[in-house]
């Protein structure tokens, strides 16, 4: 899933950022679960939640590792009341801008013409039980005391929801997913949709597909967005390719990509490691060297008992 992010109190004193997953009918699997990437003095710092069967998310644990994936410190409870405090938010600066949902129609599942009657505008980020779609997206920025808000000139019809965001000074991206014909009829999936614009003309400098994506309800599993040697870096979570014949560890793949958004060409690489389409995905890059974690079910079934899977690629 994305960098989608609610507030969840851990305790009448606490309440820490995890993703909107956590919340509703879904399950995560049990176990430690939700990682979060960040680098601290030149280290790989992933946290975690532990959650349990009665629904809480505590305590949180953090493992350090060197850039290259050697542990430097085992996972170790946080007490840290200023890591803490640093864990409740990662929302972009107002100033910076933030990229927004313009509104969310929900869409009956029983009723066919419902994508014309318009049933109800949703604000909230989890619709269970329905399909929803975006009316496009914002880029909103903090200016002169006031909220200024362009819409994005991109093709928007049927995004089920906004998944990554990357606000740089003269560019922007972001990413979302698609209700698309294509994909009628398959379970668990969406097309997932990438955008390149600059600032401040929100000129589009490319718009394409990356293929299939794995959704928990309407949301498509992706990871954050992260701007590296001139290329944007994603990860995501899609079928394998002989889904139906396979066992249910092998069923689904995390694909870790880099796109040159100049150019408009993306390069794949499918990981072997384990993954699910019940997965949350958190990246990061230290120097040269990226680091994308993820939790899935050991044995591939839902929700299943968690485990915490991660990969360290040395970036040319």
Known sequence: MSFRLIIHKVSLALAVVIPSG?????TDPRGEVCPLVRVDDGCFVIYTWQYDSDHSYSPIR??????????QVTSEVVTDPKI??????????????????KERIELDPEDENSSKNQKETRTDQFVNESR?????????VWQENQMKRTLLPLKSEGATGLESTLVREKELGLAWGKLSPKFNGSDRNLE????????????????????ECATIYDFAVTSNML???????????????????????????????????????????????????????SMNVCGNWLCLAWHCSKDGTYPGDAQ????FRKLK
């Open 227 to 281: 701007w590296v040697g001139d290329r944007v870096w994603m990860a995501w979570v899609r079928k394998a390719k002989d889904y139906d014949n396979l066992p249910p560890t092998k069923q689904w793949v995390t694909v870790l990509a880099s796109i040159d958004p100049s150019a408009g060409t993306v390069k794949e690489e499918l990981l072997d490691a384990q993954s699910h389409w019940n997965a949350h995905l």
């Open 192 to 211: 997932l949709m990438f955008a390149w614009l600059e600032r401040p003309t929100v000129k589009t400098i490319c718009e394409l597909s990356l293929g």
């Open 132 to 140: 929803v779609t975006h009316q496009g997206f914002y880029l909103s």
């Open 84 to 101: 803490l405090e640093s864990l409740k938010s990662n929302e972009p600066l107002p100033s910076v801008g933030a990229i927004q949902p």
């Open 22 to 26: 956590l919340v509703n009918a879904h």
């Open 62 to 71: 953090r493992t350090i590792y060197t850039p290259d994936g050697r542990i």
């Open 308 to 311: 915490i899977v991660k990969e």
